[in-house]
């Protein structure tokens, strides 16, 4: 079995800088160049990516070509400095971002690019990256630094094999994104329908052709609608307050304590909360979210993001998350009130609300005052099972999508490390689809 060897960066590539001396008005036209973001977000240079950047007659800036490797320079954590992307498609007049640089490998016999995509990515090289960063405030990745790292590499044939697996997951990764993202367009073209039109007791969705429909301030909506505010529909409209303490208080399992990190479109997350003791739970009692409650956040980036309570078990809300308590389950569906302030309706209103001064957050008497259609509830309900079929078919490929990205990082921990070997593959013709230590 072949051994691995080391090299040191120097000795099979060169660094380059990226766009030098622009000023603002230099871009929005000119040529192409690969923006930080396609870096940053992508293993492989996106060409679908680029903006454009003016560059004049007998100026000096480098070109990328295929095989080139970038790397980002800076950022405020060390965690996102070096991060990599590289170049496998041919482009004729490309240049590179001011806030990274490239590495230009002498030739394609020590390294394969299709390779590199993967190995600078992998755990072991980032946590390099990660001692490497320098600073205190913002960290930087030197390109002297970059040169010095001594990489440990597989045979080139190796490199194919690993370089064609880990393609092959990721194509599977990158068709189940599109599958995900062709049911999100099909609920929002539903939504749009279903919140303005809704669906009769025949089961159809109305048109101003077979049905009556009048104007509101919510728009044209059937006759048998009315318009109400949220405070007509709630018993509850209030937040929580951070324990004193902070996180100081948190427990590791206990009452759930429900920040607006947790707080999604497609749910509550539960992948980074905190807990609370009995006794604090206790005595926050006007914050105890119960099952059925809509949560909505009303400060920070995250402004608007709303869900639905579902848990059996009460839990607990910061200052942050905004409770909204129907008054009679069997009058107003809180799902259904959840799909409409999610929607581009609901939205809108909330984003006129910031606008009219409250760009620091919404406050409880304006929250009150979102205007939601009101109907009867057999409706309502028609409505959220309709939409509750395409969310489940979302769900489940969101699953998928999770199993594979965890494939995928196992695949790259064993592969890249050395751990599984891929060279009874090559001596099989690369058919076989299996690895072994």
Known sequence: MDKWIEVKLSDIGKTYSGLSNKSAKDFGYGKDYIPYLN?????????????????????????????????????????????????LDEVNEVYLNSFCFGFRLNDFNTLRPEFARYYFRGM?????MNYLAQGSTRYNLSKVALLKYKAILPTIPEQSKIAEILTTIDDAIEQTEKIIEKYKRIKQGLLQDLLTKGIDENGNIRSEATHKFKDSPLGRIPVEWEVVNVNDIAIHVGSGSTPRGGQSVYLKEG????????????????????????????????????????LLNITGASLGRVCVYKELNEANVNQHVCIIRVKDKNEYNSDFLNAYLASYYGQCQIEKLIAGGNREGLNFSHIRTIKVPYFKYDEQERIVKVLETVDLSIRSYFKELNKQIAIKQGLMQDLLSGKVRVTHLLDKGGKSDECHP
Do not use: C, W
């Not at 295929?66 to 800076?74: A, C, E, K, P």
């Not at 807990?275 to 119960?290: A, F, L, N, P």
């Open 39 to 87: 870096i940053y977000n992508n293993s492989k240079v996106n060409i679908n990516f680029f903006e454009k950047v003016n560059i004049k007659k007998r100026e000096n800036q480098n070109k990328v070509k295929y095989g080139d490797i970038f790397f980002t320079t800076s950022s405020e954590t060390p965690d996102e400095v070096g991060m990599s992307s590289v170049l």
């Open 124 to 128: 072991g090289f980032r946590k390099q």
């Open 255 to 294: 009452i759930l304590f429900i920040r607006s990190q947790n707080v999604s479109f497609d749910g509550l997350l539960l992948d980074d909360v905190a807990y609370i003791d009995d006794e604090t739970h206790k005595r926050m009692k006007r914050s105890i979210v119960k099952n059925g409650d809509v």
